[in-house]
């Protein structure tokens, strides 16, 4: 099993920056892929980003290229999402997210393991 725990979430205003952390534990040698995905109130769950573990590759959401940067340490098994330029549609619950598969890209069925969320609200 793997464990996911997201941090870094709280209330900023619109413009400015916001380091979200997701820590793994357990199984996390079966990690291929992790990404985030954000849900609003009243709106289904949608994909943010993901990044492959061993090689850095990344797949953004076009809501969120050149704003929000994905990255991770292979040493502390924590992935991190830096999100600048935020605007008041970004607010959402934010979730951390890890596949065994290859290649999940944005489809959340191929995730795996979940964390339990971080709330991310901007104001304008």
């Known amino acids: 099993q793997v464990q996911l725990v997201e941090s870094g979430g709280g209330l900023v205003q619109a413009g400015t920056s916001l380091r979200l952390s997701c820590a793994a534990s357990?199984?996390?040698?079966?990690?291929?892929?992790m990404g985030w995905f954000r849900q609003a109130p009243g709106k289904e769950r949608e994909f943010v980003v993901c990044i492959r573990w061993n090689d850095g590759s990344t797949y953004y959401a076009d809501s969120v290229k050149g704003r929000f940067t994905i990255s991770r340490d292979n040493v502390k098994n924590t992935m991190y999402l830096q999100m600048n330029s935020l605007k008041p549609e970004d607010t959402a619950v934010y979730y951390c997210?890890?596949?065994?598969?290859?290649?999940?890209?944005?489809?959340?069925?191929?995730?795996?393991?979940w964390g339990q969320g971080t709330q991310v609200t901007v104001s304008s």
């Open positions: 997210a890890a596949a065994r598969s290859a290649f999940p890209g944005n489809r959340a069925t191929l995730y795996n393991y």
């Open positions: 357990g199984r996390t040698f079966s990690i291929d892929t």
